[in-house]
C-alpha cells in the first residue's frame, strides 16, 4: 500500500511540475497568486512523497538492525507479553524475594489491585510470582539485592553499582567498587550497565573506553546509548566521523522515543546530505529539526530557521508571497536562537531584520508606504512586515 502510494505521488508531482513549467511569465498579482497556488500543491506533494520514503527507510533501518541484533527480551509471565528489557527501569520491574520481574504494566496492575480482585496479579501480601511473603522495602531490601546480584543476577549487580557510583540509598561513594559490580553485569551483556559504563567513561572524557560499552549497548537496543553513539560518529569523537552509523543509530533512537537530540542530528545530516548516509533533504530535514526545536533543542533553533527558508526559497518564485511567506517562522526561530547569546546567530538575525524591513510596502496588497494615506503598521508578533489593515494581515497570514 504504502509502495503503491508513493509512485502515485511520484506521477503526480511529475505531471504538477510539468503544469507549472507550462505556465506563463506571471503579468500580475492575480496570475502570481494562480501560480503560488499550484506551487503549494506541488510542495505538499513532494513533502508527503519525501516523508512516505524516509518511513521507509526508517522501518528498513529498524528491521535490518534488529536481525543483526535481536533486541534483549523477556516473556512477561502475567500478560505473556514478549517485552523489550533493553532499559531495565523503563520497562521491567524485579521482585526482592525471587529475583524474577514482570513487565512495568503488569507490575502497575499488580500494585494497584485491590485484596478482593484477582490474586494472581495482586501485591497485598505476596509475591504473584513465587507466593513468598514480600519483604518490607524499607527494611533489609538492599540484603536482599545483594544476595541476588551475589547469585549472579545481572539487575542486581547492576543496581549494586550504581548505587556505589551515585552514593544512592545510603552508600557513600565508591567508584572502584561501583564499577566492579556493573562490569559483571556487563559481562552477561546486561544493557543498562553497559551503557552506565559507557556514560561514566564518557563523563571522564575517555570517549575512546565509553565508546565500546556504547556501542554493545545500543547494539542490545538500549536507546539512550544509541543516542549517545549517534553523535559520537556524527561529530567523530573516538574516532573518524562516519555519518552513514550516525544515521543508523539516531534513526534507530528516534524511532523509538522520538528523542530531541536523535532529531537534531538527522536533521543536521538532511541539510548536509553525506557521502554514504541519507541524501540531502530540505523536507527531511525540516521534519527533524522541527521535531528537535519543539521539544526545546536550542542547537536546533538557527538551523530550523535556516531551512525553512531555503525550503521556501526552493519550492516558491520569492519568499514574501502573501499568504506564503516564510518570514514570521524564519524570524520566529531565529529570535529564540539568538536568545541563547551566540553572537554569530544574533548578528544573523539583525541582518535578517534589516532586510525584511526595506519591505516599506503591506506584505498582502503592496502598496507603497508613500501612496498610502494613512501609516503601515509593523506586526507586533513577527516585526517583519507592514500592514495598511487588519485585513490584508490576515490574509498575508
Known amino acids: 500500500m504504502t509502495s503503491s502510494r508513493a509512485e502515485t505521488l511520484k506521477e503526480e508531482i511529475n505531471a504538477q511540475r510539468r503544469s507549472i513549467a507550462a505556465l506563463p511569465p506571471c503579468r500580475n498579482r492575480t496570475e502570481q497568486v494562480s501560480k503560488v497556488k499550484q506551487q503549494q500543491i506541488l510542495a ?38 514478549t517485552i523489550r528489557i533493553a532499559s531495565v527501569v523503563d520497562s521491567w520491574s524485579y521482585f526482592l524475594c525471587c529475583g524474577n520481574g514482570m513487565c512495568r504494566d503488569c507490575h502497575k496492575v499488580a500494585a494497584a489491585a485491590p485484596e478482593n480482585e484477582d490474586e494472581r496479579i495482586s501485591l497485598n501480601d505476596s509475591c504473584p510470582l513465587c507466593r513468598a ?51 559483571l553485569a556487563a559481562e552477561q551483556h546486561d544493557p543498562q550497565a553497559l551503557y552506565q559504563l559507557g556514560e561514566h567513561h564518557g563523563i571522564a572524557q575517555s570517549f575512546s573506553r565509553a565508546k565500546p560499552y556504547f556501542q554493545e549497548a545500543a547494539d542490545l537496543g538500549h536507546i539512550s546509548a544509541q543516542v549517545q553513539l549517534g553523535s559520537m560518529y556524527l561529530d567523530g569523537i573516538a574516532g573518524a566521523k562516519d555519518e552513514s552509523k550516525a544515521a543508523h543509530y539516531s534513526t534507530l533512537a528516534y524511532s523509538s522515543r522520538r528523542d530531541p537530540l536523535s532529531a537534531l542530528n538527522l536533521g543536521r545530516i538532511f541539510l548536509k546530505g553525506y557521502g554514504n548516509a541519507p541524501h540531502k533533504s530540505l523536507v527531511r530535514a525540516k521534519h527533524y529539526l522541527q521535531s528537535a526545536a519543539e521539544k526545546g533543542m536550542k542547537m536546533a533553533y538557527i538551523l530550523l530557521a535556516q531551512t525553512l527558508l531555503n525550503l521556501y526559497a526552493e519550492c516558491f518564485d520569492s519568499i514574501v508571497i502573501p499568504g506564503h511567506s516564510c518570514i514570521p517562522s524564519v524570524l520566529f526561530w531565529a529570535r529564540k536562537a539568538a536568545e541563547t547569546g551566540d553572537s554569530d546567530v544574533i548578528n544573523d538575525v539583525e541582518e535578517l531584520e534589516r532586510l525584511v524591513g526595506q519591505f516599506q510596502f503591506c506584505a498582502n496588497c503592496k502598496i507603497p508606504a508613500e501612496d498610502f494615506s494613512g501609516k503601515l503598521k509593523l506586526c507586533v508578533r513577527c516585526k517583519a512586515f507592514w500592514y495598511c489593515g487588519r485585513e490584508c494581515q490576515l490574509k498575508h497570514w
Request: charged fraction near 35%.
Open 44 to 81: 505538499d506533494k513532494v513533502e508527503e512523497y519525501e516523508l512516505l520514503l524516509e518511513s521507509q527507510r526508517v522501518d528498513s533501518v529498524v528491521r535490518g538492525h534488529e536481525e543483526l541484533h535481536p533486541p534483549v527480551t523477556d516473556e512477561c509471565p502475567i500478560c505473556l507479553e
Open 133 to 183: 511473603t514480600l519483604p518490607d522495602q524499607d527494611e533489609g531490601s538492599i540484603n536482599f539485592i545483594k544476595k541476588h546480584a551475589d547469585n549472579g543476577r545481572a539487575w542486581a549487580q547492576c543496581w549494586i553499582g550504581k548505587v556505589h557510583m551515585d552514593g544512592l540509598e545510603g552508600f557513600t561513594v565508591d567508584i572502584k567498587e561501583g564499577l566492579k559490580w556493573l562490569e
